[in-house]
């Protein structure tokens, strides 16, 4: 499985930008889609996930102005994200894994297949 994120750039402050996932290989309805995120010199953390049944999970900070969604037929997964802050810049990554449970769904190390990474700068 190879993922592709896209959708980053430059944004004032209060303002929106659209991620997107793509991903490749077969049984895409099959996984959980996770997005995190990395600040320069911070460790990766979960932003939001998709379970395989379309239930998801945010990170405390981004409810509310962040919205995960999938779109199975064009094995895609998107980040809309809302009301966006200085503290929201960094690189994004998607991430699947198809044996990944929901108890783990936060975890960095439980997924298997990572994309490269999309930068969204907030400025202030």
């Known amino acids: 499985v190879q993922l592709q994120a896209s959708g980053g750039g430059l944004v004032q402050a209060g303002g929106s930008l659209r991620l997107s996932c793509l991903t490749s290989g077969r049984s895409f309805s099959s996984y959980v889609v996770g997005w995190f995120r990395q600040a320069p010199g911070e460790e990766r953390e979960f932003v939001t996930a998709?379970?395989?049944?379309?239930?998801?999970n945010y990170e405390d900070s981004v409810k509310d102005r962040f919205t995960i969604s999938r779109d199975n037929a064009k094995n895609t997964v998107y980040l809309q994200m809302n009301s966006l802050k200085p503290e929201d810049t960094a690189h994004y990554y998607c991430?699947?894994?198809?044996?990944?449970?929901?108890?783990?769904?936060?975890?960095?190390?439980?997924?298997?297949?990572w994309g490269q990474g999309t930068l969204v700068t907030v400025s202030s």
């Open positions: 991430a699947a894994s198809r044996t990944i449970i929901l108890s783990e769904i936060r975890r960095v190390d439980r997924y298997d297949y």
């Open positions: 998709t379970s395989r049944s379309s239930s998801t």
